[in-house]
């Protein structure tokens, strides 16, 4: 099970850091990534994050942006977001993936991931 936490309401500029708790499987094996979806528009690949910590993948448009890290010792993986834009607007959902990572990248296709939270709501002002 995958528990996201930490949307909320935020200024354009401001910051957030989403987490996303797992239970009941052994976090440390999967490799984990954030999606998000926009109203009215399809769900889309943010990030993602080896299972070591060791190899971490952005979207274009969030890299630089975003920072994804995971504490495998608390089972969480984490979406630390800065200079939010209005048009990061969105439901963020964290998911894990048995695929691995490799130097190409790490797993970025919503087919690739078995097991999905329920997703946490950012709302950024413009």
């Known amino acids: 099970q995958l528990q996201a936490s930490g949307g909320g309401l935020v200024q354009a500029g401001g910051s957030l850091r989403l987490s996303c708790a797992a239970s009941?499987?052994?976090?440390?094996?999967?490799?984990m990534g954030w999606f998000r979806q926009a109203p009215g528009k399809e769900r889309e690949f943010v990030a993602a994050?080896?299972?070591?910590?060791?190899?971490?993948y952005y979207a274009y448009s969030m890299k630089g942006r975003f920072t994804i890290a995971r504490e495998n010792a608390k089972s969480t993986v984490y979406l630390q977001m800065n200079s939010l834009k209005f048009e990061d607007t969105a439901v963020y959902y964290c998911?894990?993936?048995?695929?691995?990572?490799?130097?190409?990248?790490?797993?970025?296709?919503?087919?690739?991931?078995?097991?999905w939270g329920q997703g946490t709501l950012v709302t950024v002002s413009s």
């Open positions: 009941g499987r052994t976090f440390s094996s999967y490799s």
């Open positions: 994050i080896s299972w070591s910590g060791d190899r971490t």
């Open positions: 998911a894990a993936s048995q695929s691995g990572c490799s130097n190409l990248g790490c797993p970025s296709y919503r087919f690739e991931y078995d097991f």
